[in-house]
């Protein structure tokens, strides 16, 4: 439901809400009758939102290289060096921090300061889902504690999938502007998909492709 319904539906639309400053039925009827004018308000909003989910997807994929407990590497020149820096605290966080700067520097000022904005509120985000992922998990020993430590994974997911989805959705306005067309067709995708992860699981796959999650990762930071 939040995966299908609430990412690729509900998110887009509060998005059109808060870069318009409409309500909730005002953006469904302008999805549905002004289709030009949503896909034009999506694309306005595509800078701080490209910023806020970049970053917290280059976090994602920095923390499974900067981890001094890996020990399976498949490019072993460059990830067995990535593992040996691990032990520098806050690594990544400086090296996602720099690249900030960087692509910052390329905007105009106007652009630059709602994109680095955007992007230190996409990397607080993920330091406090991991904050509380961690006080979650660390309270396991009863089964509430466990149901706890789940929800912790879950809200982790649910901002890593807000983060894909979205791209997804903007890059979608590019072949059609109805957002109806836009739901079915995303919806479908995260339905196979999804069925898709839940047969490499049952069938052991990842454990026989080793190197499947690090082409998951090196994906992830490419994105």
């Known amino acids: 439901l939040i995966a299908v319904f609430g990412m690729r539906i509900v ?19 302008l999805a549905a009758a002004q289709p030009e004018e949503y896909a034009s308000i999506m694309h306005d909003a595509h800078l ?25 590497h498949w490019v072993r020149w460059l990830e067995a060096k990535m593992q040996k820096y691990a032990t520098i605290r806050g690594i990544e966080v400086a090296l996602v921090l720099s690249l900030i700067l960087i692509f910052s520097s390329f905007l105009e000022p106007a652009e630059s300061d709602i994109f680095f904005k955007s992007a230190i509120w996409g990397l607080l985000t993920f330091l406090l889902v991991e904050v509380l992922g961690g006080l979650l998990d660390s309270t396991q020993e009863t089964l509430v504690a466990g149901a706890k430590g789940g929800l912790g994974a879950f809200l982790y997911l649910e901002v890593l999938d807000a983060s894909f989805s979205f791209d997804g959705v903007i890059g979608a306005f590019a072949l059609t ?47």
């Open 177 to 223: 502007q109805n957002l109806f067309i836009i739901a079915i067709g995303l919806g479908i995708g995260a339905m196979y998909v999804r069925s898709i992860t839940i047969m490499l699981v049952e069938k052991g796959t990842l454990a026989q492709y080793r190197y499947l999650e690090h082409g998951a990762f090196y994906a992830i930071i490419a994105l």
């Open 11 to 29: 998110f887009p639309l509060l998005i059109v809400v808060v870069a318009a400053k409409i309500g909730p039925w005002e953006a469904v009827v």
């Open 48 to 72: 701080p939102i490209a910023a806020f989910g970049g970053t917290f997807l280059m976090m994602v994929g920095l923390s499974f290289f900067f981890d001094h407990e890996k020990d399976v």
